[in-house]
């Protein structure tokens, strides 16, 4: 939709995926590689269209010397196993993956629409019924996770891709775990992430699926409001306000009091005392009458529904 980087000039234009069949001989299948995504931690991100059937994808390239340390590998490998395994129409697709001598290439769905990071860049914040939409999708998303064991762990308005239809499909599963049995908790998170539930910064007591709760109170808040609840200019200041649970709705935007409700009740610091997806899906935020429509028109990409 709007440009994008150039194009890395050190990667060649078509790549090849050998396939070594059972019989011994060697396939190969070639993709040209186009527009430049974005890039991430280790990946780059490119768009590719396979020359024999013509289907485009996103595809994440890691170099493999990005991935000399074996945490590093582990955690890609970790990532491409949950991500696989994952079918819903508010996830973003894992078609397919495979490695050459230089790199790791992960096929991924296309999302032509970029990140809801863009999204609220644009528009500063949104309406009601646009944050009823999302959030619909993504509880939609994460019943479907949290039923298959999968926490994500990283949900934040950039891990939110968009697609050319404006659904909602939640990627980067570079955090995510899946749990052996229901009760089991987690003490270790590689990584940052960005809206991080009081009880993994506390550490001792383990987390579990509450975290991904907390991040979609984050993701509400932001969404309505126009920035995070606890950013301030430094980390170390905004995880003491997440353990400390201060932040505060600001006067000059006005919020329907559901809207607040539903925020206040799911940011708070004890995890089990957070509403269920079942909880919050009956809220009353999503219940005022209005008709929440299923997708929105691509005109929201950059001006608000009623202007459009
Ligand atoms: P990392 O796991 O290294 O953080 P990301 O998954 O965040 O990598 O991907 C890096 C960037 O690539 C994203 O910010 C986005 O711009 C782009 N990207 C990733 N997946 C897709 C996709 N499915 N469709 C379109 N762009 C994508």
């Known amino acids: 939709m709007t440009s994008r980087k150039a194009e890395d000039p050190d990667q060649p234009a078509i790549i090849e995926e050998k396939i070594v069949r059972v019989n011994g001989e060697i396939a190969v299948r070639q993709y040209s590689k186009g527009r430049f995504l974005g890039k991430g931690g280790f990946a780059r991100c490119y768009e590719f269209c396979s020359t024999e059937t013509r289907k485009l994808t996103a595809s994440k390239i890691v170099p493999k010397a990005s991935l000399t340390k074996s945490r590093a590998k582990q955690k890609l490998m970790t990532e491409i196993k949950i991500h696989r395994s994952l079918h819903h129409p508010n996830i973003v697709g894992f078609e397919h993956f495979f490695e050459d001598q230089e790199n790791v290439y992960i096929l991924l769905e296309l999302c032509t629409n970029q990140t809801m990071n863009e999204l609220l860049r644009r528009r500063k914040r949104l309406q009601e019924l646009e944050v009823q939409c999302y959030l619909q999708q993504i509880i939609s998303a994460l019943n479907y996770l949290h039923a298959h064991k999968v926490i994500h762990r990283d949900l934040k308005l950039g891990n939110f891709f968009l697609s050319d239809k404006m659904e909602i499909k939640i990627g980067d599963f570079g955090l995510a775990t899946k749990l052996e049995f229901d009760g089991e908790k987690k ?72 809207g607040k409700n539903l925020i206040t009740r799911i940011l708070v610091t004890d995890p089990t005392k957070r509403p269920t997806l079942t909880e919050i899906s009956n809220h009353e935020f999503f219940h005022q009458g209005n008709s929440i429509p299923k997708l929105l028109p691509p005109s929201t990409l950059a001006c608000p529904p009623s202007a459009s």
Not at 227 to 255: A, G
């Open 187 to 258: 003490r270790t998170i590689c990584g940052t992430p960005n809206y991080i539930a009081p009880e993994v910064l506390d550490g001792k007591m383990g987390h579990s699926y509450e975290v991904d709760i907390w991040s979609l109170g984050v993701v509400a808040y932001t969404l309505l409001v126009g920035k995070p609840p606890f950013e301030t200019s430094d980390v170390k200041t905004t995880y003491r306000r997440i353990r400390m649970n201060s932040y505060s709705f600001p006067e000059n935007i006005s919020l329907s009091e559901p």
